[in-house]
């Protein structure tokens, strides 16, 4: 047990509002700290303080999936902005829907839509999911989500990073009033 | 392990009403039989203990060509037989290798070809997408189908039945609580207990096969690339050997060494990743934070080096995309003395944790036995007796440089399974360094030789999953006319039906956690 604790003193807070190896992404180190909160500020003024979020995978390759896991980790940690995954269609606001959307998936993609409650916001997250990406429509494939359900924002990449998804998110707020 | 020529000894053990034709190809070893003696062959394979790996099919003019892999020591054969349009049926393998049964049913419902005497023969890929008694990979199928409105939920399916007093079922799925990927899975239990499990997958099919005939090259490996995205650089890999394979080039040894670090470092990322994970299913968030942060740091510095964070199209046909300079090295070379140095801080207090002790030692058993007959793979396999690693075993450049250490573990369960990944990790941490130490000078791309019409080539190399392989046929003018990849996924899923029984129900994430197949890689 000492040791756990020891290793999470040592550790410290490694949630980015200061440069840590942030050169990876994008060069400017605030830039995370901004856009939450900047999305906190809309989420607090739109949603009395928080979103819910039902990821659904419509059909993906997964790599989109690793990248939302992402925010979740310490680093992003996208919960104390206000946003979070829930397990279930109806507890959510927004869908953030990946993939091309299978055909074998298209009824229960559906379905989940119809089970999210009013008012009720769609996100295409990664290429495939915006535009089809590397699959496109086929006979196993209805390619973009929009083919499906209405969608309220995209975020392409494949996969998004982890800060274009927040971004994304954040856009999303902007088309919303 | 050499070879040991198994080959001549099976050939000359084979009973004399099987006509084995040998044909010379440059690379693998190739023996057509009689499609009636499809069967018997197996038979007797599984008698030699030969490991079956793979199975396809390929429709060529009016003639369907099936074939199956088998391994033994390190040594791949390809078995193929040959049937007409008219009448496509031949004895089904599934009888004698349980490995065979669900790639048989992918092939039934693809390309109408009828395995006789098959222990299962309901469809497996095929929901309602396109009707029964049309063939998607026939090549009078129309890419984009006929599809006609909604696809509807596939409803009758015949599951597995369970009856009796308290017994109840649970369906779970395709969309689930987590962030992960759609799949159905039914229950039956009684009490906490599962008595039953039966997968149904083929959610996420979204015709790579079909979509792959007709491209280049370079689109087919875009499009491996994406077959499973955790995998990424191993089906890349795999799908450009096959390629280089066909079209007979050679890849300078600079571009090997980088494939070898970009797959290594894909190993560790996601076994990084898993362990975390395996840990947050029974609710010990300490090692899922610490295991997080670690991958995120692991995943920028491959955003820093490579320019993606899951090094996708990093392998190209004939080489690399991205040379690594010095600076590179040096940055790759501190990341694991520092994440050495942080995985024994870790994994010591993981170890000394007896709540986790508690959870993951006996859980989610798999026996040496049943592993070996689904031919398990990977670190599920390893978990469980299966001593098996292509890059030990059938070495391929850069592996064929240095000495792979293969973990292995007998005890089956989801402890093993979470150990078999750390000593991988250690293992992907040594390698690293060691083809940094051997980076020699030079080219990172052989140009690329259209190959002749009819070419095929088989790659086969060890995914962080296990083994892939990846079968390619070119057309004329460098089109694809075939591309199968075998996701290791395909034969670790149907381990899990048989490592939940007599757990409990709550226990089933981190029993799926901890086998973590591919639902995308197996669907196609």
Partial sequence: MLRIFKKILTTGVVTERFSLRSHAEHGNEDELEQLGIQIKRHIDKQFSGSIAIRAVDAGSCNGCELEIHALNNPFYDIERFGIHFVASPRHADVLLVTGPVSRHMQTALLRTYEATPNPKWVVAVGDCAACGGEFGVSYASCGAVSNVIPVDAVIPGCPPTPLMLMRGLLGLMGVKK | ?524
């Avoid at chain 2, 995998?231 to 571009?255: D, K, N, S, Y």
């Avoid at chain 2, 934070?289 to 080096?305: G, I, K, Y």
């Fill in chain 2, 1 to 524: 392990m050499s070879s040991s020529n198994w080959t001549t000894d099976f050939l000359s053990q084979l009973s004399t009403d099987i006509t084995v034709i040998q044909i010379d190809t440059a690379s693998t070893t190739l023996w057509q039989i009689e499609s009636h003696a499809w069967q018997r062959f197996a038979e007797q394979a599984v008698q030699q203990n030969l490991r079956w790996a793979a199975g396809w099919a390929e429709q060529v003019d009016s003639q369907f060509f099936i074939n199956t892999c088998f391994e033994k020591h390190g040594e791949y054969v390809l078995l193929r037989t040959i049937v007409d349009d008219s009448s496509p049926e031949l004895p089904s393998q599934a009888t004698v290798y349980p490995a065979a049964n669900r790639s048989e049913r992918h092939t039934q419902d693809l390309f109408g070809i009828k395995f006789v005497g098959h222990p299962d023969n309901r469809r497996w890929t095929r929901h309602q997408a396109w009707i029964e008694n049309s063939y998607p990979l026939r090549k009078d199928f129309p890419v984009q189908g006929r599809p006609v409105g909604i696809t509807p939920p596939d409803i009758n399916y015949p599951f597995i039945k369970a009856h009796g007093a308290g017994v109840y079922e649970i369906p779970v799925g395709p969309v689930h609580a987590g962030i992960i990927e759609p799949g159905h899975f039914r229950f039956q239990a009684v009490g906490e207990l599962i008595l039953n499990l039966e997968e149904r997958l083929g959610y996420t099919h979204k015709g790579i096969e079909k979509i792959a005939e007709g491209r280049e090259p370079e689109s087919l490996a875009k499009l491996a690339g994406r077959v499973s995205g955790d995998t990424a650089v191993g089906h890349c890999w795999a799908a450009c050997m096959a390629m280089e394979q066909a079209a007979g080039v050679l890849i300078p040894p600079r571009a090997a060494l980088i494939r070898g670090i970009l797959a290594e470092r894909e190993r560790i990322a996601n076994h990084m990743g898993d362990i975390g994970a395996i840990c947050n299913d029974v609710a010990f968030v300490f090692a899922q934070m610490q295991f997080t942060r670690l991958r995120e740091l692991w995943l920028r510095t491959n955003a820093t080096v490579f320019g993606h964070r899951l090094l996708m199209d990093q392998i190209v046909p004939g080489g690399v995309a991205c040379d690594l300079s010095n600076e590179s090295c040096a940055l790759i070379m501190k990341d694991i003395v520092e994440l050495r140095t942080e995985l024994a801080e870790v994994i010591l207090a993981l170890d000394l944790n007896s709540s986790l002790e508690d959870r993951l030692y006996t859980a989610g058993f798999l026996s040496e036995e049943i592993a070996a007959a689904f031919g398990t793979l990977g670190y599920v396999g390893r978990a469980s007796g299966q001593d098996k690693d292509v890059r030990r075993d059938a070495p391929y450049a850069p592996y064929d440089q240095v000495t792979v250490k293969v973990a292995l573990e007998t005890q089956g369960d989801i402890a093993s399974r979470f150990w078999i990944r750390y000593k991988e990790i250690r293992t992907a941490l040594y390698l690293i360094e060691k083809f940094i130490d051997q980076l020699v000078a030079g080219d990172i791309r052989s140009d690329w030789q259209i190959p002749l019409a009819g070419s095929e080539g088989l790659g086969i190399v060890e995914g962080w999953r296990g083994e892939i392989i990846s079968h390619i046929r070119f057309d004329a003018d460098n089109k694809i006319a075939r591309f199968y990849p075998r996701d290791p996924s395909q034969l670790n899923w149907p381990a899990l039906e048989k490592l939940v029984l007599n757990n409990i129900v709550p226990d089933f994430p981190v029993c799926n956690k901890s086998l973590n197949g591919s639902y995308s890689g197996n669907d196609l």
